[in-house]
């Protein structure tokens, strides 16, 4: 469905209902699962109790706030890829492939590893360290103008130099990895109301912006020449979603350290159910990606007793199959 086309309403309102159903429903398995698990219905007296209860403090202090950061993660993942997909042309384009998850992730690695006293400052780091990346990828792809192709080789290079430093890095500091090794893999234990404050700060910003960013992202995947010709200034469009892109990356690399494949993958199922118009496929993306990854992270808590899986991990493992699949047997989808 290309984005010119009708929204068909009833379908994008019926596929909304169905998310946020899925959605409750995995808050409800989130919070109720672990290794001390309660029934639902144990769990609802205890928060309707003015007393307060071991069920009581495990849900409201340690479980609920992952479940919100799980949430926000998500849905912010989601709208970066899908953003980023609309800037390259490129399906395959998503916070991790280009390099801004790479940028904040290798700036956020350095002050765990190096800096480890100005730990609370990690957020403003890996913000700078995503732009950063941002800038040296567009500095490398601009010539007469940003080329999509250009930006997506850039940022294939700039994420195998911050790869190699990343790793020169752990080498030098291999007695300081515990914490380290939690983040590069994706990891959303131990979050408490201190992150879901953080991340819902800048998460809401950076979906706000999301949003603005609609009817460019509709031009941008136009082409260049119809982009131009609806009076779109395609430079600064992609300079600007990739900009939003970036915050809402770093804001999760952040909190939650590299997860990956949701902004990859979750757009594409997103395409398949409601098309590529961004007005009904970005809020459907954002939603669907804090099912994926409520879910996934679930997985990583229940599918080993004793053991905790990180969530990044999961992803890796369900994701990387999945997208193969569709570049098989969905080809159409991969590439408008």
């Known amino acids: ?6 929204i068909s309403i009833l379908r994008v309102s019926t596929v909304v209902l169905i998310l946020l159903i899925l959605l409750g429903t995995a808050t409800l398995l989130s919070v109720a699962v672990g290794s001390a698990g309660y029934s639902i219905t144990e769990i609802i007296k205890a928060l309707l109790s003015n007393e307060t209860s ?14 919100i950061v799980a949430v926000l993660v998500g849905a912010s993942l989601a709208a970066a890829g899908a953003l980023l997909q609309s800037v390259m042309k490129n399906p395959l384009a998503d916070p991790g492939t280009i390099g801004v998850s790479a940028g904040a992730g290798t700036a956020a690695t350095t002050i765990l590893l190096i800096l480890p006293q100005m730990t609370s400052a990690v957020p403003l780091f890996a913000f700078g360290g995503a ?30 130099v911050l790869g190699a430093y990343n790793s020169l890095l752990k080498m030098l500091n291999a007695d300081s990895l515990e914490g380290v090794l939690a983040f590069m893999n994706g990891s959303l234990s131990g979050r408490s109301w201190f992150h879901v404050k953080q991340l819902g700060f800048f998460a809401s910003i950076g979906l706000i912006l999301a949003f603005l960013c609609i009817k460019s992202a509709n031009a941008l995947q136009l082409g260049d020449e119809m982009a131009k010709s609806l009076g779109v200034k395609v430079s600064g469009s992609r300079v600007f979603l990739s900009a939003v892109s970036a915050f809402l990356a770093a804001s999760t690399v952040s909190v939650a350290g590299m997860i990956g494949f949701v902004g990859l993958v979750v757009p594409h199922i997103s395409r398949l159910i409601v098309g590529s118009d961004y007005r009904a496929m970005l809020p459907v993306s954002m939603l669907l990606g804090s099912v994926v990854l409520l879910v996934a992270d679930t997985l990583g808590r229940i599918i080993v007793p004793g053991m905790e899986i990180p969530v990044g991990i999961i992803m890796a493992v369900c994701g990387g199959p999945f997208f193969l699949y569709m570049l098989r047997k969905k080809g159409k989808v991969i590439g408008n």
């Open 1 to 6: 469905m290309k984005s010119g086309k009708k």
């Open 54 to 67: 071991p069920i009581k403090t495990i849900v409201v202090n340690l479980r609920m706030p992952r479940v």
């Open 131 to 160: 732009c950063l990346a941002c800038v040296l990828i567009y500095t490398m792809a601009w010539k007469d103008g940003v080329d999509p192709t250009r930006i997506i080789l850039s940022g294939v290079a700039i994420n195998s």
